[in-house]
């Protein structure tokens, strides 16, 4: 029982620091592209399932708005995606949720993995998440 509780921690434990890892990369890639376009590539935080796919679309030069098209400012090297291609999974295997609206303070998006139960809840309206929720207590979250 023991070995398994240290196994299941280290598992958990590695899978968190993947994730980090991830998301710095996906972070970097969102200020090349605010750097490039002046701003983040719009979500609606009510469509969070769907900011993956933005991500994909934007960061990579899909752009079916034509804005970011043959932009790219992400490799997919080492990054695993949904079977569809529309989404770049956590190490749990869940999309990475993503949110960003000009109405948000400066400088400001959500992006976040939902860690090991797969749940939370959002951002609130100015993109901040609240801690105290019970869904969001074991999320990675990283943003602007």
């Given at each position: 029982g023991i070995v398994w509780g240290a196994f299941?921690?280290?598992?958990d434990r590695g899978r968190r620091v993947e994730a980090e890892a991830e998301l710095g990369m996906i972070s970097h890639a969102l200020e090349r592209y605010r750097d490039h376009f002046g701003a983040?590539?719009?979500?609606?935080?009510?469509?969070?399932?769907?900011g993956s796919e933005v991500l994909i679309r934007e960061l990579m030069g899909d752009?079916?708005?034509?804005?970011?098209s043959g932009f790219s400012a992400i490799r997919p090297d080492g990054l695993?995606?949904?079977?569809?291609?529309?989404?770049?999974?956590?190490?749990?295997?869940r999309p990475y949720l993503y949110a960003c609206l000009p109405t948000w303070p400066s400088g400001?998006?959500?992006?976040v993995s939902a860690g090991p139960d797969g749940l939370s809840t959002g951002p609130d309206a100015r993109g901040q998440c609240d801690w105290e929720i019970p869904d969001n207590r074991d999320d990675i979250f990283y943003g602007g």
């Open positions: 299941n921690y280290a598992m983040y590539p719009e979500s609606p935080p009510d469509e969070r399932m769907r752009s079916l708005s034509g804005r970011a695993v995606f949904s079977p569809d291609g529309r989404a770049i999974l956590d190490p749990w295997g400001r998006f959500w992006l």
